[in-house]
Structures are given as C-alpha cells and as structure tokens.
C-alpha cells in the first residue's frame, strides 16, 4: 500500500492510466474500487495473470502504478493506492478464472442444483475438466463440464498436499502444485 496526495481519480481514469503498463507486464486489471468513504480514503486495483502474481510482482506494480498516477496529480488530498490480487475466495466467472485456477481444487454448483468439488483441469473451448474422486477406493476421473452448465464456483484451501495421481491428470506435477 501506497499512501498518495491527490484528489481521487474516477475508476475510468485509473483503468485508463495503468492498462496499457499493467498489460506489457503480463497483467490484467480485473476492477478498480475507489472508497472515497474511507479514513483515508483508497484507491484499490485488483489485478490478476495467467502465471498469478506473488509478493514482488503486486510490489513493482505499486511503485509502477504510484508512479503513474503522480504524473496526473493535481491537489493535495490524501488517498491509499493498494494494488492487490483478487483473492482465493473470489467467485470463478469466466474462462479465464479457470484457466488461472488450474490445478486448485475448487467446489461447484452446478445449474441443477448439484455440487462438486474436483481438481481443474484444462480449460477451452466453453468447457472445463474436472478431476473428481469417485467411490470408495479414490479412483479418480475425469469430467467434462460445460461452463454454462456451472452456477457457482469457488476455489477451495487446501491444507494438505493433493494427491499425486489427481495431480497427473490435471496435466501438473507435485512440484507445480504449491505454485
């Protein structure tokens, strides 16, 4: 977090100001929340990437970001610019939120009304896999699902190392896991 002096930009301007930096890197700005009601107030941009981000990355995009935004600073009232991830527990909503999810364990509602909980897989096309455990002996397989057919999915946390074999058939190694 970033304390900054200057009056609040809109959310178009600081879409405007920072995608094009942000996309060169490898970014993408997910949403902008300006909280002008906060004590200071805060300028939050959530971004995201196919590879995820780690501590580093959300650091040099501050610095780029702070940089940025003092070029069009005008007044002198204070604000926290806060470029952050969008978290675990963000809803998965489209393609590109399963394809970053790849390999995390995750928990569906599906349209019928069914649920889930799986392993992603690959992700293309307006589909997803699935890797689910089945009956009592851990077999493991793989399900095809539409997207449209998912009403609701969440990433799960994991405290414990998934199963190697699980992992095989998401396309990921055990090293890959953790990442």
Same mark, same amino acid.
């Given at each position: 977090?970033?304390?900054?002096?200057?009056? +609040?930009?809109?959310?178009?301007?600081?879409?405007? #100001?920072?995608?094009?930096?942000?996309?060169?890197?490898?970014?993408?700005?997910?949403?902008?929340?300006?909280?002008?009601?906060?004590?200071?107030?805060?300028?939050?941009?959530?971004?995201?990437?196919? @590879? *995820?981000?780690?501590?580093?990355?959300?650091? =040099?995009? $501050?610095?780029?970001? $702070?940089? +940025?935004? @003092?070029?069009?600073?005008?007044?002198?009232?204070?604000?926290? +610019? =806060?470029?952050?991830?969008?978290?675990?527990?963000?809803?998965?909503?489209?393609?590109?939120?399963?394809?970053?999810?790849?390999?995390?364990?995750?928990?569906?509602?599906? $349209?019928?009304?069914?649920? +889930?909980? *799986?392993?992603? *897989?690959?992700?293309?096309?307006?589909?997803?896999?699935?890797?689910?455990?089945? *009956?009592?002996?851990?077999?493991?397989?793989?399900?095809?699902?539409?997207? =449209?057919?998912?009403?609701?999915?969440?990433?799960?946390?994991?405290?414990?190392?998934?199963?190697?074999?699980? #992992?095989?058939?998401?396309?990921?190694?055990?090293?890959?896991?953790?990442?």
């Amino acid at each position: 977090m970033t304390e900054r002096s200057a009056e +609040l930009p809109s959310q178009k301007q600081v879409i405007e #100001l920072l995608d094009g930096e942000f996309a060169r890197a490898g970014y993408e700005i997910e949403d902008v929340v300006i909280n002008a009601g906060a004590r200071p107030p805060r300028v939050t941009v959530v971004v995201d990437a196919d @590879d *995820g981000l780690d501590l580093e990355s959300l650091a =040099e995009l $501050s610095r780029s970001a $702070s940089q +940025l935004l @003092d070029r069009v600073d005008a007044t002198a009232a204070p604000y926290v +610019l =806060e470029v952050t991830s969008p978290g675990v527990d963000r809803p998965l909503t489209a393609e590109k939120h399963y394809r970053r999810a790849h390999g995390r364990k995750v928990e569906l509602t599906l $349209s019928d009304g069914s649920q +889930l909980t *799986g392993r992603l *897989g690959e992700t293309g096309g307006g589909a997803v896999r699935l890797v689910v455990r089945e *009956g009592r002996n851990a077999h493991f397989t793989v399900r095809e699902l539409p997207l =449209e057919s998912i009403a609701k999915a969440v990433v799960q946390v994991e405290f414990s190392p998934p199963n190697p074999r699980e #992992l095989e058939l998401v396309g990921r190694s055990g090293k890959e896991a953790g990442a």
